[in-house]
């Protein structure tokens, strides 16, 4: 049932890190899986050696032949192992043609998959643009996390697009600071809140603003394929932002029924 959207609007501040970076740190109900919806094509396939296929254009296809979309993720997900934690995820082809052609099938007949009733299906929407093809899974989306550095330039491009962003999210909109910024969460939390309830009409509380993200590395190099884990990888400053994010986002999410689950990707496979 819950999905989680992660996104962005300006720059490429870290969307499918912090995705692979929730879903290798999550809770152990959460049982999640990692879809890669970016439609300017995937990174996972190259950071972590995975095969071409299965990917996203594999998922839409078999979204349409079966009601259970347990099953699906057994045939179409690959593991990406984090240590001792293996993280199943459904990668995108390095064009992005192709998962622009997906995306469709996924938010329309297929949907189901995008909402498994024994999993959290984190998705990496990438950059977000006018027309883009993942705007119809934000409205799916329980919760939509939108990544921003703190600069004024950053902030400003995200006011612009608030609107679209508030009007598409059928659940929670929370803005995700990441490193590198130079206001805190509070005062971009004021500028946002302010420019809702202003110039949008509508009450201060629809945007959350969380962070922000540490400056960390070491665990981005982890989550990125060019660095092995650690015996303590978890406590890497960046790890402990995104366990605590689990914290922070619970609130949002639908109950997950554990006790429908098939067996994990990697016993499947």
Known sequence: MPLVAVTYVKGRPGATTTA????????????????????????????????????????AAAARGTADPRE????????VTVREVTVPVVAAPAGGAQTRAALPELTGGGRAV?????????????????????????????????LVR???????HLREHLGDLVDAGAGRLVVLLGAGGVYPAAEVADVLSAHVEQELARER???????????????AAVLGGDL????????????????????DLLPYLPTVTPQLAVEDVEEAS
């Open 150 to 156: 703190a600069t004024a330039a950053d902030v400003a």
């Open 20 to 59: 692979l970076g929730l879903a290798a740190v999550a809770p152990e109900w959460a049982r999640p899986v990692v879809i890669e919806c970016d439609q300017a094509g995937g990174d996972l396939v190259r950071r972590h050696e995975l095969a071409a296929v299965p990917s996203v254009v594999d998922l």
């Open 114 to 146: 995008l909402t498994a009733p024994d999993r959290v299906v984190v998705a990496d929407c990438g950059r977000l643009g006018p027309g883009s093809p993942v705007w119809p899974l934000l409205r799916l989306a329980d919760v939509v996390l939108v």
């Open 72 to 79: 699906v993720f057994a045939a179409v997900a690959q593991p």
């Open 205 to 219: 509380r629809v945007v959350d603003v969380l962070g922000p993200l540490p400056d960390d590395p070491r665990a």
């Open 228 to 247: 092995i884990a650690g015996r303590w990888w978890r406590r890497l400053p960046l790890m402990t932002a995104y366990a605590q994010l689990w914290d």
